[in-house]
């Protein structure tokens, strides 16, 4: 099994940022992409920014310039900067991660629990 964890969540004013953080534990072999996903109330479920193991990356076009997203691989975790942020960037902030738990194994799709992020206007 794998978990994830994130942290780094909390209340923040509108222009201000926040560091979040997810660190992947448990029977890993390698993380293919890993990614942060963010859930608005009544909105679905939607990418915020991904990054694959060699370091490409991709971004929602909402927070583009704001947002920047790294890994650390020997640590088998992943962050989330987060800059100048706006009361729409509220809700909760999933991690994701494709893992390989075996060499040659399928990857499989695993999330953290999530982290509330509140942007106060």
């Known amino acids: 099994q794998v978990q994830l964890v994130e942290s780094g969540g909390g209340l923040v004013q509108a222009g201000g940022s926040l560091r979040l953080s997810c660190a992947a534990s448990g029977s890993i072999f390698s993380i293919a992409a890993m990614g942060w996903y963010r859930q608005a109330p009544g909105n679905e479920r939607e990418l915020v920014a991904a990054i694959t193991s060699g370091g490409s990356t991709k971004y929602a076009d909402s927070v583009k310039g704001r947002f920047t997203i790294s890994r650390d691989n020997a640590k088998n975790t992943v962050y989330l900067q987060m800059n100048t942020l706006k009361p729409e960037d509220t809700g909760v902030y999933y991690c994701?991660?494709?893992?390989?738990?075996?060499?040659?194994?399928?990857?499989?799709?695993?999330w953290g629990k999530g982290t509330l992020v509140t942007v106060s206007s």
């Open positions: 994701n991660a494709d893992v390989m738990s075996l060499p040659l194994s399928p990857g499989a799709d695993y």
